[in-house]
């Protein structure tokens, strides 16, 4: 049985060492890049929620009023015209809360790259183990 040279496993040693501590670094920017991406994304949904409230607010003090005289001047009675007017805008408001929504659920900002990329490496890391033995 040949027996290998003990500096030559401690240089082994550190050079898994110091690969994998690289590649902890690079996962690590990755997920800090991706990090960016999502917070920007989120920032975007919270603008959109923000955008959806001031709209709604504004859209039913202010053309709610005129728009329920204007259909009760022209014969449906005044509570009927509210109710029209007021289910319209808020049918506008629920689309844009769909819209935040839809940048702020967790599937949006998962890492899905970050996640990808610590998968593929793992394999890679077991495939090379393996081959060794």
Avoid: Y
């Amino acid at each position: 049985m040949a027996h290998r040279d003990l500096r030559e496993t401690r240089q082994l040693i550190f050079e898994l060492l110091r690969h994998f501590a690289a590649l902890l670094r690079s996962e690590a920017e990755l997920a800090k890049g991706e990090l960016q991406e999502k917070a920007a994304s989120a920032g975007t949904g919270l603008a959109c929620l923000a955008a959806a409230a001031i709209l709604a607010l504004a859209g039913l003090h202010v053309l709610a009023a005129a728009l329920v005289a204007w259909i009760a001047s022209a014969g449906l009675s005044p509570g009927l015209a509210a109710l029209l007017v007021g289910g319209v805008l808020m049918a506008a408001a629920a689309c844009l809360l769909a819209a935040a929504r839809a940048r702020l659920n967790s599937k949006a900002l998962l890492l899905s790259r970050t996640i990808r990329s610590v998968r593929l490496d793992a394999a890679s890391i077991m495939e090379a183990t393996h081959d060794r033995n």
